[in-house]
């Protein structure tokens, strides 16, 4: 499985920019698919979930201002981010996991297998 992100870039605090990632040698519908970030010094944390029977999960920073959607037509999932701050600069990815996951809690970070190259998302002005 292949995943891979585009999207990023530089962006004004209150702006908004939309990701996305793709996958190829696989089915969307086989799998979750989490969105992670590492800013600049720190650890790689999870940002949102979209999981392959619905389920969504945002950690309570980007709540009400991120969302996550899943096109199995086109095998894409986008991060929309909106109201960004300063502190969403990070380089952002894309990961997957199959079904031998499901009963892992969806912030496992070491379940998701499958990673993109990642996008960086600078938001200053």
């Known amino acids: 499985l292949r995943l891979v992100e585009s999207g990023g870039g530089s962006v004004q605090p209150g702006g908004s920019l939309s990701l996305s990632c793709v996958l190829s040698g696989g089915e969307l519908q086989d799998f979750d698919v989490g969105w992670f970030r590492r800013a600049p010094g720190q650890d790689r944390e999870i940002v949102s979930f979209a999981g392959r029977g619905g389920q969504i999960n945002h950690i309570e920073s980007v709540k009400g201002r991120f969302t996550v959607s899943r096109d199995s037509a086109t095998n894409t999932v986008y991060l929309q981010m909106s109201s960004v701050k300063p502190e969403d600069t990070a380089v952002y990815y894309c990961?997957?996991?199959?079904?031998?996951?499901?009963?892992?809690?969806?912030?496992?970070?070491?379940?998701?297998?499958?990673w993109g190259q990642g996008t960086q998302v600078t938001v200053s002005s």
């Open positions: 990961a997957a996991r199959g079904v031998e996951a499901v009963y892992v809690p969806w912030k496992r970070v070491e379940s998701f297998t499958f």
